[in-house]
């Protein structure tokens, strides 16, 4: 067990950029969860995963999000055109199956920057 | 859709102390899960302590102990001992049916030496 992966730890890019950030959950861990947490805020829910399909996303994931997880392993989280509410802390989480008590583990997070 | 309260942004507490912090949540759901979180600065989330809604025994984790109020829709989160590298962010959860955590706003730990 290593432990969710997340890359890049920091981002910094220009207005109207696109950026693109990856997410290895723990091995053999079906759901894979994205959250945004900007500063001063809990984590708020984005999308999520159960194996390669994405079951739900948030109204916060407008049309310049995307997420994939092909094959049910890593993920990638896409901003496309970036604006500077975009700025926030991404978090990545995995959990081994459906409604339980086993916990939702986090990554370190992709912190994304806006000049 | 549920929500979770933390109505205290930031808390101090002598080294060796206890401190207790604060959660509410709203929910029309009978069964669920819930949870308290740490993150360190700039460190990785981690969890600190779960509790079972159905289960009227309050959880516990070596200093760690909630207070958990089904009724009140209440989980306070109990340090004893506190030491120097409980100092993080709390964030009270909620697990809901879909399977999404319902974070609150978090509670911002300092301890004191």
Redesign the interface.
Same mark, same amino acid.
Do not use: I, K, M
């Given at each position: 067990d290593t @432990?969710v992966s997340q890359d890049p730890r920091h981002k910094i890019t220009k207005r109207g950029q696109n950026v693109t950030f990856r997410c290895d959950p723990i091995s053999e861990h079906n759901?894979l $969860?994205w $959250?945004r947490q900007t500063l @001063?805020? @809990?984590? +708020? !829910?984005l999308t =999520?995963f159960q194996n390669e399909a994405q079951l +739900?996303k948030s109204r916060l994931l407008s049309d310049r999000f995307s997420a994939e997880r092909p094959k049910g392993s890593f993920s990638t989280l896409e901003i496309q055109r970036t604006e500077q509410g975009d700025s926030a802390m991404y978090?990545c989480?995995s959990?081994p199956g459906? =409604?339980s008590?086993q916990?939702?583990? !986090? @990554?370190?997070?992709t912190r994304l920057s806006i000049l | 859709a549920q929500t979770v309260t933390q109505s205290q942004p930031e808390m101090s507490v002598q080294e060796a102390e206890t401190v207790t912090l604060s959660c509410t949540y709203d929910t029309s759901e009978s069964d669920y899960y819930l949870f308290w979180y740490k993150q360190p600065p700039s460190r990785q989330m981690i969890l600190v302590i779960r509790q079972e809604a159905y289960k009227q025994q309050n959880a516990t984790e070596n200093r760690f102990s909630v207070n958990f109020q089904k009724a009140a829709k209440s989980f306070s989160l109990k340090i004893s001992d506190s030491q120097l590298g409980d100092a993080a962010m709390y964030f009270c959860a909620y697990l809901n049916r879909d399977d999404k955590i319902i974070f609150g706003k978090g509670t911002r730990l300092h301890i004191l030496p």
């Open positions: @432990g759901r $969860y $959250y @001063g805020q @809990g984590p +708020e !829910f =999520y +739900e978090l989480a959990s459906t =409604y008590n916990p939702q583990h !986090f @990554g370190d997070g | -």
